[in-house]
């Protein structure tokens, strides 16, 4: 998703107001950033990825996350 600043800078300021309304009110476009996001993560659309350097082993878990299976 590419936010109304940057979007005014990179050309929509040359587009109609008409258009800049719809482009600010189109959801759609969240979704397919989304889509294109789970693609080159290897996720699909149900998945979350939950995978990582970032995640602690299950034998390093402590205090709340003991528990969570991965």
């Known amino acids: ?3 109304l600043a940057e979007a005014w800078d990179s050309g929509a300021s040359q587009w109609t107001a008409t258009r ?6 189109d959801l759609d476009v969240a979704t397919s950033i989304n889509r294109i996001i789970r693609r080159s993560t290897g996720t699909s ?3 979350k990825r939950a995978s990582g350097p970032w995640r602690a082993r299950a034998d390093e878990r402590h205090g709340p996350l003991a528990g969570v299976r991965p």
């Open 1 to 3: 998703m590419v936010p």
């Open 45 to 47: 659309d149900g998945q």
């Open 20 to 25: 800049r309304e719809a482009y600010a009110n």
